[in-house]
């Protein structure tokens, strides 16, 4: 089992930037990859961007790409999204979750998850 407890959410402006942080705890020496995913309500919960803990690949969705980074620390096991020029639409949910199989792209891998931290940006 892998505990996430995820931080750093809140409410910022339209072009303003917040830092999320995900701490594991655990049985985190099995884990593949961790992926920040968000859900926006009435949507679906979506991947937004992953990386390996091997290998330090990364994954962005498109939606993100070139605003966000993702990163980790292996010495602290948290993983972190750094996020730039923030928009509206980017106001969600944000949920951190753990993968110990290689599929590390689909949802469906992801087994362990935290509560989540709200991200509210204003117009």
């Known amino acids: 089992q892998v505990q996430l407890v995820e931080s750093g959410g809140g409410v910022v402006q339209a072009g303003g930037s917040l830092r999320l942080s995900c701490a594991a705890s655990?049985?985190?020496?099995?884990?593949?990859?961790t992926a920040w995913f968000r859900q926006a309500p009435g949507k679906e919960r979506d991947l937004i961007a992953a990386i390996t803990w091997s290998a330090n690949a990364t994954y962005y969705a498109d939606s993100i790409k070139g605003r966000f980074t993702i990163s980790r620390d292996k010495a602290k096991n948290t993983v972190y999204l750094r996020m730039n020029s923030l928009k509206p639409e980017d106001t969600a949910l944000y949920y951190c979750?753990?993968?110990?199989?290689?599929?590390?792209?689909?949802?469906?891998?992801?087994?362990?998850w935290g509560q989540g931290t709200q991200v509210t940006v204003s117009s």
């Open positions: 655990g049985r985190t020496f099995n884990t593949y990859a």
């Open positions: 979750a753990a993968a110990y199989g290689a599929r590390w792209l689909a949802k469906s891998e992801y087994a362990f």
